[in-house]
């Protein structure tokens, strides 16, 4: 399993990756690894208002569909549309696999996510 060091995560098992105002979020190794091989994603309009820990995308695999929350809240200013049309990317590179990047409106929310060492004790 692989956790990058750099990322924030949330128990929910998403990643975080802040670039100034703006965060980009999907799902860890840790989760397609578990929802095995991801065959359709569904992802929000750019422009939506999301809160934190709201359902924003769903991903299905083979074994299940699966909910995605938000681990920030924000307004979706992008969307990965390369992974509408090719939604395996999410199990062969979870981490460049971004869903969405959304524009923050509290920025202190990224305080409760995990750093990576938290984050890797609770998938043991």
């Known amino acids: 399993m692989k ?16 670039e100034g ?23 929000p309009e750019v422009g939506r208002e999301i809160k934190i820990e709201e359902s924003v995308a769903v991903i299905e695999s083979v ?13 979706v200013v992008e969307v990965n549309e390369a992974l509408l049309d090719n939604p ?9 696999s971004w869903f969405i990047a959304v524009e923050m409106t509290n920025e202190s929310e990224l305080d409760a996510l995990l750093s990576s060492s938290d984050y890797e004790k609770i998938c043991e």
């Not at 949330?10 to 975080?16: Q, R």
């Not at 703006?22 to 840790?30: L, M, N, P």
């Not at 074994?63 to 307004?75: C, E, L, R």
């Open 3 to 18: 956790i990058l060091n750099e990322l924030k995560y949330s128990k929910s098992h998403e990643w975080v990756k802040v």
């Open 88 to 96: 395996a990317e999410i199990n062969s590179d979870p981490y460049n």
């Open 63 to 75: 074994k299940a569909v699966a909910d995605i929350y938000s681990p920030i809240s924000g307004t």
């Open 21 to 43: 105002k703006k965060a980009y979020f999907g799902i860890t190794d840790y989760a397609q690894d578990h929802l095995g091989e991801v065959v359709f994603a569904d992802f």
